[in-house]
């Protein structure tokens, strides 16, 4: 009798295994840009711009106002590592989440959150612009680019 139970628990456990591919299955750590949720996302991009309104209006009134500054050049005042916060938040929060939503926010008629993301953006680059000059758009944002 107890051959019997673990040969059909056997089999039962088998077609159990291999009826399921996981190679088919999708990676749940991955997530889409078409399973985000557009309101989580511009909660995101709303509560990433505080931060870097913040820091860089610190920065920029130190410079105007000269004070901070070790010596008489601008030079000695900071040095690149201070502007890595800004970049990462600039790149790797602000600008890649409102790159996602726009098209994801036009898609299921969010015209609100795409206005807000499309001003956040815009906002975003012109600041970078304005305080660094040229900056990365059109390849830094390219998932394929690597560089």
Same mark, same amino acid.
């Given at each position: #009798?107890?051959? %019997?139970?673990?040969?059909?628990? *056997?089999? %039962?456990?088998?077609? @159990?295994? +291999?009826?399921? !591919? %996981? *190679?088919? &299955?999708?990676?749940? +750590?991955?997530?889409?840009? $078409?399973? *985000? !949720?557009?309101?989580?996302?511009?909660?995101?991009?709303?509560?990433?711009?505080?931060?870097?309104?913040?820091? =860089? +209006? !610190?920065? !920029? #009134?130190? =410079?105007?106002?000269?004070?901070? /500054?070790?010596?008489?050049?601008?030079?000695?005042?900071?040095?690149?590592? $201070?502007?890595?916060?800004?970049?990462?938040?600039?790149?790797?929060?602000? &600008? @890649?989440? *409102?790159?996602?939503?726009?098209?994801?926010?036009? $898609?299921? $008629?969010?015209? =609100?959150?795409?206005?807000?993301?499309?001003?956040?953006?815009?906002?975003? #680059? #012109?600041? &970078?612009?304005?305080? /660094?000059?040229?900056?990365?758009?059109?390849?830094?944002?390219?998932?394929?680019? &690597?560089?």
């Amino acid at each position: #009798m107890k051959k %019997i139970a673990l040969i059909i628990t *056997a089999a %039962i456990s088998l077609a @159990v295994v +291999s009826s399921c !591919d %996981i *190679a088919r &299955l999708d990676n749940p +750590s991955k997530v889409s840009p $078409s399973a *985000a !949720d557009p309101s989580l996302l511009l909660n995101q991009v709303q509560t990433q711009l505080p931060s870097f309104f913040y820091t =860089m +209006s !610190d920065y !920029d #009134m130190q =410079m105007t106002r000269m004070t901070h /500054f070790y010596g008489p050049n601008f030079e000695n005042g900071f040095t690149p590592l $201070s502007f890595d916060g800004i970049w990462t938040t600039a790149y790797q929060g602000i &600008l @890649v989440n *409102a790159k996602t939503l726009i098209p994801l926010a036009d $898609s299921k $008629s969010l015209f =609100m959150h795409e206005g807000m993301a499309q001003v956040i953006y815009a906002y975003t #680059m #012109m600041t &970078l612009v304005d305080n /660094f000059g040229d900056v990365p758009y059109t390849e830094a944002l390219d998932p394929t680019n &690597l560089n």
